[in-house]
Every structure is written in structure tokens, then in C-alpha cells.
């Protein structure tokens, strides 16, 4: 096995390098230029520029890597440069911050002050660009990644087009990444894709769900593809029902004037709980590369049943937080937060019923269900299996027999449990449930890499694979309307409440039981 070599001098061989480990041989991406529109802002500081100074410490920069910074505020290089150092001090992976990695790093930095919807402001970048060509030889390769609030999307892409910054020389490659919330419907959605795509081809188009960047995720993909024993159990003769759960414990921390426009349902449910559902339920892709991957993907949403507008209460749920306690401290209701209607009809919490109308799944339900101020942050998916066919045991149990569970943890606990029923050591036959986890922190001993290392890595290689493809974009929106639709044929004026710290409203409990089923606590 050959292992690429350094790409920055100054860095000394790190000790464990997970990214190289294991079977695949890594690739370094080709010299190339990355534009951070909105590079004062959040996501560049605590995500972007942490994952990237984390991916030169694990030498998987190419050499010449370079960042060009674009945002409205005057600032000059030197002081952006304090900026992302503080950035990197306070939330890089590998800490303390290594002043030699961080020399070589920061000399690739450069920042352009500019509006990103005025033209002329791109002439500058333009000149940046080529100056980083012809002097750190990045080749007229580019990335842009579009870490700006959701307006600017088009905007950005159109000026780009305008200066021919889509284009380079021959050979060389231009790709854009674009953030969440991609779109706020299926004609939002559908307008800005024929935007970006009147620019960049669909290849060069990297729509972010930074949940496929998490190791567990793309886990789903080798724990079902890669075993044997766990395919053949994965369809409807043998599964009861999946539950996919995306649980936080904080609220809307500010965000409220956001929130207050998207709810649960197209903040959470639209992207990372689809992707998660087309992940369990996806067909064997013909090979593990982005359109047989994304084919089988976009088939899943493809398959979901619409839900008839008239029909809506049956198939969901929605309620928003009251005042409660989330670990200890009390906390307010969803109205009282800042930037929030004080008669808010914003769901903070969402639970669907869906079934595939596919031959795999037939009948399955997947219950989905995500929600602010639960009681604590965790996301899981969890197959229930049927119970045997005949329980020989029933008369002697002193607890009624819980059924099969495979439990994928995605965070943050990431592993995979299995629950099934053992004998209790003693004269009768008394059976319990016992689980049978695996602990990824625990086996492999190492912290896994962070979303955004590998996806902007994915992005410099060019293999789109975990990200999303225009056509599953708005698949996700064609199910998310089509809900939002059946609310808004019976508006309310006020939703069911939860008290902030507790599993949901009351209703979602129901909404199980009348199916005969439940809930998991994971
Ligand atoms: N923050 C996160 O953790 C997170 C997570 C997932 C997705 N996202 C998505 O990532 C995107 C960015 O989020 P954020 O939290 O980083 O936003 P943010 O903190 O508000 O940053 C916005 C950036 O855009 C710049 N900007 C705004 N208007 C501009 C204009 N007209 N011309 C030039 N620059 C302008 C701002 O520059 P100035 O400060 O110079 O005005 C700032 O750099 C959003 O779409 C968000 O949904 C963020």
C-alpha cells in the first residue's frame, strides 16, 4: 500500500491518521484555490476554517492549497488571518494549534472585501485568483463554497458566471458548494437549482447535508452493504417498523427569525432525516460512486407514499415547546423566544408516519419523528424486527418479550446495538433482553474526523457521493410540501405543547399506540 506524501513541508508526521487508515488509499486532491463567500461569518469560523487547518495537519491538503476570504467587512489580510487563527485555536480537532502547520497554513490565506451582489466586487477576487496561480500554483482549480445566509445562493452563483469564474484553464476544474437551506419549497428549490445549473454543470454542484459527512452515516452504507447476514433481514418479510430519531436538547438560540419560516419539518425533516431514510432503505447501489449511490437514494423518496392532504392528521404530528427543564435548568416556551410571533404556529417538533410504496418495504412503516428541547441531542435509527412466529416461552417470562432491536447510534453516541431476548440464569425459563453494542470511540480508539473534513476533501477530489444531487433535493420538498400542504388545508391556531425537557406531546405517544407500537427511548 503507498501512502501519498506530505503535501505541506513544514508538517511534522502526525502519529494516527484515520482518514489513511483501514482500506482505502487516499488521494490528495490537485492544487486548487478555495472562495469562502461569508468568511466572517459563523460557519467559516467554528466549521470551515477548524476542518480545513484539521485536514493540513493530517497532510491531506494539496500542496499550494489556498483560501481566498469574501465578505462585506473591512478587514484587512493580516487581521482576517487573527481571525482564523482564533477560530482554529478555539475549535480545531487537533489542538494545541501547531505553530509551524499553522506558518504554512495561514500563508495561504488571503481575504477580499466585497457585496456579494455587486459585480464589480468579483473583478478583485478575479485579480486574487490569478495572483494564487501564478504564484502558489493552484492551476486555475477552484472551489467556492457558499457559507452565506440563503438569499445570496443565486446571487453569488450568477456573478460568478458573470466574471467567467465558472471556467478555467483546460484540464482545470471550478466546483461550488452551496450550505443548507437549499430552497424553502419544491419551486424555491427548483428555481435556484435552474440557477446554479444555468452556471455549473450539475457535476460540479456540491449541496451540503453535513450529516453525510458524519463516520456513522456512511456507516449505514458498509454495515449493510458490506455484511452478509444483516441484507437478507432488511425488507419487509422481516421488519416490523424502522423509527429514525432526531432529538436536541437545545432551542432555537437565536435563530428564532429563521425558525419561525421553517419549523421542524423543512429545518430538520426535509434534508438530514431523508437522507437518513434513504440511506436504511435504499437498493445495493451497482458501485460505491456518486450516481449509482445517489440513483438508489433518490428511488427511496421516490417510493414515499404522498400523504393526501385530508388525511394529513393521520400520518402526522406537529407541537411546539412550553417553559420547562432541559438538564437541570428551566428553560422558556418556543412563543417567549426572541424573534418568535408571540401566536406562533411553528412546529418545534414533528413526528411522520411514511411507507415506501416499493417491493422492498411494502406495508413497513417508518415512523420519523425530530424535536427541539428533548430532553437530550441524540440521533438514531432503529429497526424493529418481527416478533417469532410462535413464542414458546410466553407463559414463563415475567416481562413481556421485547422485540429484536438493531439500534444505529448516530450521535453522540456512534455505534450498533442489538437487542435480543437471553435465558435468566436459574431454574425456569425466564427470559430478558440483553444488547450487544458496538462502541465506534471504544474499538477504534480515535475521534472521528468532523463532518466537514471529509465532505470539503470529497469536494476537492470531486467525488459528489455524499452530497446531494438536484433531483433528491427536491424529492425531499415534493414529500415536505405536500405535508405542509394537508397543515395548511386545516390552519390552527394553536399546536399541541410539550414541556420543553420532555420526549414530545402527548399525541405522539397516541399516534404510536394506535398502531400498537411505541416509541423508543434511545
Ligand atoms: N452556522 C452554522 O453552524 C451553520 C450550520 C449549517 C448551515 N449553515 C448555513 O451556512 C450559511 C452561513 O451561515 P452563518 O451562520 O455562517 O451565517 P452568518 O454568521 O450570518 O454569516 C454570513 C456571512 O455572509 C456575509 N454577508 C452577508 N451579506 C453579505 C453581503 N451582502 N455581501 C457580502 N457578504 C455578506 C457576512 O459578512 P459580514 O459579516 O462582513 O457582513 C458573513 O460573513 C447559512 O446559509 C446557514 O444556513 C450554518
Not at 207 to 214: A, Q, S
Not at 256 to 269: K, L, N, P, Q, S
Amino acid at each position: 500500500m503507498s501512502i501519498t506524501p506530505p503535501t505541506l513541508a513544514t508538517a511534522p508526521a502526525p502519529t494516527t491518521n484515520p482518514l489513511r487508515e483501514g482500506l482505502r488509499i487516499e488521494r490528495t486532491p490537485a492544487p486548487c484555490a478555495m472562495v469562502i463567500f461569508g468568511a466572517s461569518g459563523d460557519l467559516t469560523h467554528r466549521k470551515l476554517m477548524p476542518a480545513l487547518y484539521d485536514l493540513a495537519v493530517e497532510r491531506l491538503l494539496p500542496a499550494g492549497f489556498s483560501i481566498v476570504g469574501f465578505a462585506r467587512q473591512d478587514m484587512s489580510t493580516s487581521v482576517f488571518r487573527a481571525h482564523m487563527r482564533d477560530a482554529v485555536t478555539q475549535y480545531a480537532r487537533r489542538a494545541p494549534l501547531d505553530e509551524a502547520i499553522w506558518d504554512s497554513f495561514a500563508a495561504g490565506l488571503t481575504y477580499v472585501r466585497g457585496d456579494f451582489t455587486d459585480v464589480h466586487a468579483y473583478d478583485a477576487l478575479v485579480a486574487e485568483l490569478e495572483r494564487l496561480d501564478r504564484e502558489r500554483g493552484t492551476l486555475g482549480n477552484r472551489l467556492y463554497y457558499l457559507a452565506t445566509p440563503p438569499e445570496f445562493y443565486g446571487p453569488i452563483a450568477e456573478n460568478l458566471g458573470r466574471c467567467g469564474l465558472q471556467h478555467g484553464p483546460a484540464g482545470s476544474w471550478q466546483r461550488l458548494i452551496v450550505e443548507k437551506p437549499f430552497g424553502h419549497d419544491l419551486n424555491s428549490a427548483r428555481t435556484l437549482n435552474n440557477t446554479i445549473n444555468s452556471i455549473f454543470d450539475e457535476q460540479a454542484v456540491y449541496r451540503i447535508d453535513h450529516y453525510l459527512g458524519k463516520e456513522t452515516v456512511q456507516n449505514i452504507l458498509a454495515f449493510r452493504f458490506a455484511n452478509g447476514i444483516f441484507e437478507p433481514l432488511w425488507s419487509r418479510q422481516y421488519v416490523d417498523h424502522v423509527q429514525i430519531t432526531v432529538a436536541e436538547s437545545l432551542g432555537v438560540e437565536g435563530r428564532g427569525g429563521y425558525y419561525e419560516h421553517a419549523g421542524a419539518i423543512r429545518d430538520m425533516v426535509q434534508n438530514h432525516m431523508m437522507q437518513l431514510l434513504s440511506l436504511i432503505a435504499m437498493e445495493p447501489p451497482i458501485e460505491l460512486a456518486a450516481d449509482p449511490v445517489r440513483d438508489e437514494k433518490v428511488k427511496v423518496l421516490r417510493a414515499v407514499r404522498p400523504i393526501q392532504p385530508a388525511l394529513t392528521h393521520r400520518f402526522t404530528v406537529r407541537a411546539q415547546y412550553d417553559r420547562g427543564f432541559v438538564h437541570g435548568s428551566e428553560v422558556v416556551g418556543y412563543r417567549d423566544e426572541e424573534r418568535v410571533a408571540a401566536d406562533s404556529t411553528t412546529d418545534t417538533y414533528v413526528a411522520l408516519k411514511l411507507f415506501l410504496d416499493n417491493w422492498r418495504w411494502a406495508g413497513v412503516p417508518f415512523y420519523l419523528r425530530t424535536g427541539k428541547r428533548l430532553p437530550k441531542r441524540v440521533t438514531e435509527v432503529a429497526i424493529q424486527f418481527k416478533r417469532a412466529p410462535h413464542l414458546l416461552f410466553h407463559a414463563d417470562t415475567a416481562e413481556p418479550m421485547e422485540p429484536n432491536v438493531l439500534a444505529l447510534g448516530i450521535q453522540p453516541n456512534e455505534g450498533i446495538s442489538l437487542k435480543f431476548a437471553v435465558k435468566v440464569p436459574g431454574p425456569t425459563m425466564q427470559l430478558r433482553s440483553v444488547n450487544m453494542a458496538f462502541n465506534y470511540g471504544s474499538a477504534f480508539n480515535i475521534t472521528s474526523p468532523d463532518a466537514y473534513e471529509r465532505l470539503l476533501l470529497d469536494a476537492m477530489l470531486g467525488d459528489s457521493t455524499l452530497f446531494t444531487r438536484r433531483d433528491e433535493v427536491e424529492q425531499a420538498w415534493r414529500i415536505v410540501d405536500q405535508i405542509v400542504a394537508g397543515w395548511e388545508t386545516a390552519p390552527v391556531t394553536e399546536l399541541p405543547t410539550y414541556a420543553a425537557g420532555t420526549w414530545g406531546p402527548q399525541a405522539a405517544d397516541r399516534f404510536m399506540q394506535d398502531d400498537g407500537r411505541a416509541w423508543r427511548q434511545p
